[in-house]
């Protein structure tokens, strides 16, 4: 049996991926930090397969100590500060986080067991500013965020390891990936949520920002499984996961509010208040190379995603 430990295993892609390991046979071990409200809302139906074991990416000797005990053949390092509107707010914890913390796991391998083989989370927001559309492995990083940033730098400390250390190590250049269990504070969920209540007559209205970004939206059940076949390679590589479609957040309001029978126009109103300090426009990627090594490809479509979210939010609401 194969053990695997997942570092944010309470989040979107951490719960996903733990059903996906436990489905293949895997011992799964999920790191949470310690606090005095525990959510685990995420993994709660089924909790009891997994170990949930305590430490920190903030604290090194705490990652050099779970290695030490559960000696785990895969390691996929989920956990992060993912809400890019939150990174300038708290560009510093950002970069704490989802850079240096990355360093910390890293080094926790090279000094327990370099054979452990890793996985990172890298992000389509590394792209920003886009020199070229789509997106592949090869695009040039121009990130806007001190997300992006912060993540650019783990994803190149990933490669240093790699080819410093003979690390086993991957990255995967995940473009948006949503679902029912995403955190309302993005703005697929926040639209999805907001639909909803609209229909339940519980809102009148929903206020979003930028309705003419542009973003490349998967299914997160879908790219967890492209996560597991990059450690399955022969070789370490760094893999593009997209759909290669572009739609507009306008797009989605329409899908979502046609899904419940309403005109998005009625009700959806752009606030400025709610955009970036630097925008990025359009993100769609090319993952010829996930498709082609990986023989991996998405298998739900947008709007079926979206379909998806809704029908769960409005189930949702009807139950509270």
Sequence with gaps: MKRALITGITGQDGSYLAELLLAKGYEVYGMVRRASTENFERIEPFRDRIRLVQGDLLDPMSLITLLEEIRPQELYNLAAQSFVPTSWRQPVLTA?????????????????????????????????????????????????SPYGVAKVYAHYITVNYRESYGIFACSGILFNHESPRRGKEFVTRKVTDGVARIHLGLESELRLGNLEARRDWGFA????????????????????????????????????????????????????????????????????????????????????????????????????
């Excluded at 850079?99 to 067991?113: K, N, P, Y």
């Excluded at 070789?235 to 306008?250: I, M, N, R």
């Design 96 to 144: 704490e986080f989802d850079a240096i913390g990355v360093t910390r796991v890293l080094e926790a391998i090279r000094l327990v067991d370099r054979n452990i083989r890793f996985y990172q989370a890298s992000s389509s927001e590394m792209f920003g500013k886009v020199r070229e559309v789509p997106q592949s492995e090869l695009t040039p990083f121009h990130p806007r």
């Design 221 to 320: 059940g879908d790219y967890v499984e492209a996560m597991w076949l990059m450690l399955q390679q022969a070789e370490p590589d760094d893999y593009v996961v997209a759909t290669g479609e572009s739609h507009t957040v306008a797009e989605l309001a329409e899908i979502a509010f046609g899904r419940v029978g309403l005109d998005w126009k009625r009700y959806v109103r752009e606030d400025p208040s709610l955009k970036r300090p630097a925008e990025v426009d359009s993100l769609v990627g090319d993952a010829a190379k996930a498709r082609d090594r990986l023989g991996w490809k998405p298998r739900v479509s947008f709007p079926e995603l979206v379909g998806m979210m809704v029908d769960a939010d409005v189930a949702r609401l009807r139950r509270s």
